[in-house]
């Protein structure tokens, strides 16, 4: 067993973009459950919301999520070292377990976000809509928050520290990547066959 080097700091480039990448990747996770949840849901007529119109060929698509990556991946970071980093800080300090310390993490962000907005009142008008975020916010917590610390333990025994952030990374932005080529082909070939 290889014994452990003295610890590193949380703020490691390894460590803080396993956090990031961790927001990313759920971000990635969540949105392809949103899109199949929302295909499967009778409401919506899905032939109506992928057919595709006349004048789309997809290139907006093409030009925009590359944009909306790279803009989501800087907020993914900015949101790491505001909520991942420090609460996953606080759990190697104090030993404690990092879904209890994700709770009031995630309660000070919802209260913050609400405060920012201009919206206080929403905890007595919407406090299921409250509860549903905080919910939400700390189950984001909890997964980026033990990668961190795994990432940290990898780069404090020295095995390779690199390779977690970027599979986080590259799988986080690949898989919407994937999704519009995807979708883009079946656009296309929707246009060959009904033309």
């Not at 849901?41 to 006349?54: F, I, K, W």
């Not at 809509?129 to 984001?140: D, E, F, H, R, S």
């Not at 990898?154 to 080529?181: E, M, N, Q």
């Amino acid at each position: 067993m290889k014994q452990e080097t003295a610890r590193r700091s949380l703020w490691a480039p390894p460590t803080f973009l396993t956090a990031a990448g961790a927001l990313v990747a759920e971000t990635a996770v969540v949105a392809v459950v949103l899109i199949l949840w929302a295909w499967v849901r009778p409401a919506v007529p899905v032939t109506d919301a992928l057919s595709p119109s006349e004048d789309d060929s997809g290139a907006f698509g093409i030009v925009f999520l590359p944009l909306f990556l790279g803009l989501w991946t800087l907020v993914c970071a900015a949101l790491a070292a505001a909520l991942v980093i420090p609460t996953a800080a606080l759990a190697r300090r104090t030993a404690a377990p990092l879904p209890v310390l994700a709770l009031p993490a995630a309660a000070a962000a919802v209260l913050a976000v609400l405060l920012m907005s201009g919206h206080p009142g929403a905890l007595v008008e919407q406090p299921v809509a409250c509860l549903y975020g905080w919910l939400g916010v700390a189950a984001a917590l909890v997964p980026a928050g033990l990668l961190t610390l795994a990432a940290d333990r990898r780069a404090a025994t020295g095995r390779k520290a690199w390779r977690l952030p970027l599979r986080l990374l590259g799988g986080g932005c690949l898989v919407p990547a994937a999704g519009l080529l995807l979708v883009v082909a079946a656009a296309a070939a929707y246009r060959g066959v009904m033309s």
